[in-house]
């Protein structure tokens, strides 16, 4: 089964930026659309951005402009580059395939806070 191992979160100011990894296992990476999700307290895990296998994205709304996926698969790696953070960006973020979901992983905690 796919597994993933997300990395990269923190604590951040609001306007500051961070980048996520996330490296896959037990999958065969390069043909998956991979997605970006985010979860808080007592919500359900929402979509964030995905990511083609030709790399074509789309993102929430929220986070438009603000935020940019990328892949490598000769690493097995989906990227989230974060910038303009905003406290409502505070989450638990994970990654997964969009379609064929796996295992979610322990996900990585973004705090954004002054």
């Known amino acids: 089964q796919a597994q993933f191992v997300e990395s990269g979160g923190g604590l951040v100011q609001p306007g500051g930026s961070l980048t996520l990894s996330c490296v896959a296992s037990g999958t065969i990476f390069s043909i998956h659309v991979m997605a970006w999700y985010r979860q808080t307290p007592g919500n359900q895990r929402a979509l964030v951005a995905r990511i083609t296998t030709s790399n074509r994205t789309d993102y929430a709304d929220s986070v438009k402009g603000r935020f940019t996926s990328s892949r490598d698969n000769d690493k097995k790696t989906l990227y989230l580059r974060m910038s303009n953070l905003k406290q409502e960006d505070t989450a638990v973020y994970y990654c997964?395939?969009?379609?064929?979901?796996?295992?979610w992983g322990q996900g990585t905690q973004v705090t954004v806070s002054s």
């Open positions: 997964n395939q969009h379609f064929t979901p796996g295992a």
